[in-house]
C-alpha cells in the first residue's frame, strides 16, 4: 500500500504585484486558471524550483515565458549535459514535476514563444502542426509528443485569450489594411520582394535578408520592420519578423507586398 504523500507547508503563493493569491483577496487568477496557463508539469516546476520558505510571485503576464523557457533548459539538461550544485536542484524539482515520471527520452521541445505566434496565425492544431514540421524540422513525432504539444497549444490559446499583455497579441489582416506608405515605404518593398522571391523560406534568412535591405534603403531597419508589420498585422510593431513570416505561406507574403506596393501607387496623387 502506497503512502500518503509527505505534507510539505509552502509559504504564501503571491500574484506579482498584487499580493496573495487567494479567492478572498478576488484574484484575478485563479489555480484552475493557472492549470490551464501552462502544462501542469511545467507549474509543478514552477512551485518545486523553490525552497518552501520562500514566498513564490505568481507571474499570469509575461513570466509565463519565463517560466516555460527555464522549464525547456532543465530538461534538456535532465536528459543529458553537466550541470552544477544549484543545478542538480533544479533537475530534482524537474523530475519530481513529472505526474507519471520522466520519460526514457527527450521529449520534442516547441518553444513557447513560437507557439504564441502560431496560433494566433492558424485556427486549428492540424495547421499548426502543418506550420511546426516545416518550420521547426520535424517531419515525424512520437504519439506521445503530439499530445504534449496539443495541450501547450490548448494552454496558449487559453493565455492569449484573458491573461497574455496586448504586446504578444495580434492577428493576420486578411485583406491588405488601410495604411499610409511613403515612397521610401514602396521602394523598400520593391527591394525586400526580390529578395524573398528567391530565398529559401526560413526564419534566420529572412531575418536577415529584411535586415539587410532596409539598411541599404533610405528607409533603415527600424522603418522597414515597421512597414512590413503594418501590411501584416496593421501594428508597426510585433513578433520577431523573420520567425513570423515564415510561419506565413510564402506566397501569401510575396502577394500581400505587391498588393501594398499597387495600393500605394493608385492611391499616390499625380506629380
Request: hydrophobic share 35%; glycine share 6%; charged share 25%.
Amino acid at each position: 500500500m502506497n503512502e500518503p504523500p509527505f505534507p510539505i507547508p509552502y509559504e504564501f503563493v503571491q500574484l506579482k504585484g498584487k499580493g496573495q493569491m487567494h479567492k478572498s483577496t478576488g484574484s484575478t487568477v485563479t489555480g484552475v486558471d493557472a492549470l490551464r496557463i501552462t502544462p501542469p508539469p511545467v507549474l509543478n516546476y514552477n512551485f518545486l524550483r523553490y525552497n518552501p520558505d520562500r514566498h513564490i510571485d505568481y507571474d499570469s503576464g509575461l513570466g509565463v515565458l519565463d517560466v516555460v523557457d527555464d522549464y525547456d533548459r532543465v530538461e534538456k539538461l535532465f536528459y543529458g549535459g553537466e550541470v552544477d550544485e544549484k543545478e542538480r536542484d533544479l533537475l530534482r524539482a524537474y523530475e519530481i514535476a513529472q505526474p507519471k515520471g520522466p520519460r526514457a527520452h527527450l521529449p520534442v521541445q516547441i518553444p513557447y514563444r513560437h507557439l504564441v505566434q502560431v496560433v494566433q496565425i492558424v485556427d486549428d492544431f492540424q495547421r499548426v502542426l502543418d506550420i511546426l514540421k516545416r518550420t521547426e524540422n520535424i517531419a515525424s513525432m512520437e504519439e506521445r509528443d503530439i499530445e504534449l504539444l496539443r495541450q501547450r497549444v490548448e494552454c496558449v490559446r487559453f493565455w492569449l485569450g484573458g491573461f497574455a499583455p496586448d504586446e504578444v497579441r495580434f492577428s493576420i489582416c486578411k485583406t491588405m489594411p488601410a495604411v499610409q506608405l511613403g515612397e521610401a515605404d514602396v521602394n523598400f518593398l520593391r527591394c525586400i520582394y526580390s529578395s524573398l522571391k528567391a530565398l529559401d523560406w526560413n526564419g534566420d534568412r529572412i531575418h536577415d535578408t529584411v535586415y539587410e535591405s532596409a539598411k541599404s534603403c533610405a528607409i533603415g531597419a527600424k522603418s522597414g520592420f515597421q512597414c512590413l508589420y503594418q501590411i501584416f498585422i496593421d501594428r508597426k510593431q510585433g513578433p520577431r519578423l523573420g520567425y513570423f513570416l515564415s510561419t506565413l505561406d510564402k506566397d501569401f507574403v510575396l502577394n500581400r507586398i505587391e498588393e501594398a506596393i499597387r495600393s500605394s501607387m493608385i492611391s499616390s496623387p499625380p506629380a
